[in-house]
């Protein structure tokens, strides 16, 4: 299987996103922002950082590079995306999540371990997980405070698209604790903290982030549950 793992001018975490990738088994294959096609990739990652310098609103410019059109088609037909924080708020940019991510309410670049329970395992890149299951991964960022409408909120409790909370103190104040999201098929799936970064002993403070790469490629084999089957189990 081959995950394609996308670098804009001032991403930081696309060489952690594509060793987690590497770890999992996948090919690994490194796409550019101005590529004009995905090359034949299985699923996408869009890493953390900063890209374009985030100058504008984070992920506001990321979300108009060339790849994006072709990452958005493919998300629509069913491809899986995973896009980590930076990648989070360029998705919700693109509109293929719904809501905004926003400064964190105390205007603090948060940084540090981050406990999380992942509540819809549902999803192409958490059906390894229990669902309840509580994960520690880092989280780092100066605009991860989730928001949409009550009713947008209402909606996504509802349909299970609320992937994964914060446990314990909240770092951003992302409303109803939201520390991750999936669309509505399941195949795209924004998460605020790092995985990619918790997948060695060595460097991380687990090895929980590995199985969301270990999950799509579950669900590319057609191993894991289809996502419908198991939001109605
Ligand atoms: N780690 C990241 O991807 C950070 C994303 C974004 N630049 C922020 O500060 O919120």
Not at 112 to 127: F, S
Request: glycine share 12%; charged share 20%; hydrophobic share 40%.
């Amino acid at each position: 299987m081959r995950i394609g793992v996308v670098t804009f001018p001032g991403s930081l975490d696309d060489g952690d996103a594509a060793r987690a990738a590497r770890y999992s088994g996948a090919e690994v294959v490194r796409l550019w922002h101005a590529d004009p096609e995905l090359y034949g990739v299985d699923a996408v990652v869009l890493p953390g950082g900063f890209s374009y310098g985030d100058y504008l609103r984070c992920g506001a410019i990321a979300r108009f590079a060339p790849v994006m059109e072709t990452i958005a088609k493919g998300a629509r037909d069913g491809l899986p995306v995973l896009g980590i924080c930076n990648g989070f708020q360029i998705l919700c940019e693109a509109h293929l999540l719904p809501g905004a991510l926003t400064r964190n309410q105390h205007l603090h670049f948060r940084n540090r371990d981050q406990k999380l329970r992942i509540e819809a395992a549902a999803t192409a890149w958490t059906n390894g997980f229990d669902s309840g299951q509580e994960i520690v991964i880092p989280v780092k960022n100066g605009e991860g405070c989730f928001v949409g409408s009550e009713e947008l909120l209402d909606r996504l409790e509802a349909n299970g698209q609320i992937v994964a909370r914060y446990v314990g103190e909240n770092p951003n104040g992302s409303m109803r604790d939201i520390a991750a999201i999936r669309n509505e098929a399941g195949n795209v799936v924004g998460i605020m903290p790092h995985p990619e970064h918790a997948i060695d002993l060595l460097t991380g403070p687990s090895v929980d982030g590995l199985t969301f790469f270990t999950s799509v490629l579950a669900h590319l084999a057609g191993a894991a549950q289809p996502v419908e089957e198991e939001v109605a189990a």
